[in-house]
């Protein structure tokens, strides 16, 4: 057991963390409690199973953060990033992936590599011996939240994680919508086209908001609160913000031209993304919701082009659970009242799929150092890896610490370099160089 390495989780985190265990020599186990137990998201017992989105977002490792932590990761030779390309969708410079087939490729070769194991069932308490990883997910079972809870002696944070709906291509309306990318953006005529489009009057978008407003909402059980993470509102808690907000959001218009009517601007423009390879499910993108299933039907119905629209899944919200880590994870990821566990993925408070799988990657290496009695120095902060890890092993502030996207305010600045929005290619430029270069150190070191 003292030369296992014991993984909590099959999720982003838990793949990418067994993998990379796996490579260099480790028994692994990953203990994972689907399909025996199951939650209200998922659909399959698969690992790496993506419920919320399939876009990986930015690729653009040399003007994105997220792009940056893409590249890392494939420099590290990570199992996700290599599913992740082998079946992208066009997006228009976003990595989409279809994620049936995703998936069920992460599965396929984590089950057939020789140093992996999977267990199903659930673990309901923390472990008293040997090395462990949980990568849980916002999807904790309770019991081992509770056992979270009386270790740490501190409440779980949460916050309400909302899911988009997936709508069958052929109910769509293709004389009302139309294919293209944002300002035509990608390298190739697919990609160009890669979102559908479905194009708002004033008049259509103000009775849009009215119907969003007034749609029946799913009610919080007593004792929960809604304390929702900014990127990744539910659509009706943005109107609630304004009228305007919508617009100036998921559904602005800029960067696109209608061509079933050329010369007239839509007031506001509703994009739904490529959601497997075939391109019979679309997504709607930035369409998170808590409506109730009638009320979703109806209120997206009055979309001009999904007035007949069939729904492969509606959307839906669920309770994201994760822990306070400036105050309970040292610098190496372990729980510091028990070293033998470390925590990854998107229960130690970073947000999104690509944050989540590198915080497993990080957390196995550094496992593995451990296992083989080695110490990795610390990662660079000035890497996308580096300065996620920092934010939640101390750079947070503990007192109002919430989930965190990769971003470059995580990075520190370099010198000499003009701030502001004139600058800020250059900056970001800057900022993947150097990131790449100590990134590629860390590595070979």
């Excluded at 996207?405 to 010198?415: K, T």
């Amino acid at each position: 057991m003292e030369n296992t390495l014991h993984i909590i989780g099959g999720g982003m985190a838990g793949s990418e963390a067994a993998w990379q265990a796996a490579q260099a020599g480790v028994q692994v186990v990953i203990h994972e409690m689907r399909p025996t137990v199951e939650t209200f998201a998922h659909q399959t017992g698969n690992l790496a199973e993506m419920v919320c989105s399939n876009s990986f977002r930015s690729d653009d490792d040399e003007q994105n953060a997220v792009g940056l932590l893409h590249w890392e990761m494939r420099q590290a030779n990570g199992l996700l990033m290599e599913m992740a390309d082998a079946h992208q969708l066009p997006a228009g410079g976003a990595l989409a992936v279809d994620r049936d087939a995703f998936s069920n490729a992460v599965t396929e070769r984590l089950r057939a590599h020789p140093n992996v194991r999977v267990q199903e069932g659930e673990i309901t308490d923390l472990p008293t011996e040997g090395h462990w990883i949980i990568a849980t997910g916002p999807l904790t079972s309770g019991a081992l939240a509770q056992s979270i809870r009386a270790e740490t002696g501190a409440d779980s944070l949460a916050f309400f994680d909302a899911i988009a709906p997936i709508v069958y291509t052929d109910s769509i309306d293709m004389s009302q919508a139309w294919f293209q990318s944002r300002y035509d953006k990608g390298d190739t005529e697919e990609e160009r086209k890669a979102y559908l489009n479905c194009p708002m009057t004033r008049e259509q978008y103000d009775a849009f908001i009215d119907a969003l407003l007034a749609a029946d909402k799913t009610e919080f059980h007593e004792g929960e609160t809604a304390g929702y993470f900014d990127g990744c509102l539910p659509i009706e808690v943005m109107a609630e913000r304004g009228r305007e907000t919508l617009r100036h959001g998921p559904m602005k218009p800029v960067g696109l031209t209608n061509p079933h009517q050329p010369d007239v601007k839509p007031w506001a423009v509703v994009q739904l993304r490529r959601d497997n390879a075939l391109g019979t499910l679309f997504n709607i993108v930035g369409f998170q919701t808590k409506m109730k299933y009638g009320a979703q039907t109806k209120v997206f119905r009055t979309i001009p082009g999904l007035e007949n629209a069939s729904f492969a899944r509606l959307g839906g919200i669920h309770r994201n659970t994760f822990i306070n880590s400036p105050t309970l994870l040292d610098d190496q990821m372990r729980l510091k009242s028990r070293p033998n566990i470390r925590f990854a993925g998107q229960i130690t408070g970073v947000e999104g799929y690509v944050e989540s799988a590198a915080m497993g990657l990080l957390a196995a290496r550094l496992a593995i150092a451990e296992l083989t009695g080695k110490t990795l120095p610390p990662v660079p902060a000035t890497t996308a890896t580096g300065a996620l890890v920092t934010h939640i092993t101390g750079g947070a502030e503990a007192k109002t610490f919430q989930p965190m996207n990769v971003n470059f305010g995580l990075f520190p600045p370099v010198e000499g370099l003009k701030g502001g929005r004139r600058g800020r290619k250059d900056r970001y430029k800057a900022y993947t160089d150097r990131a790449k270069a100590d990134w590629t150190a860390w590595l070979a070191g």
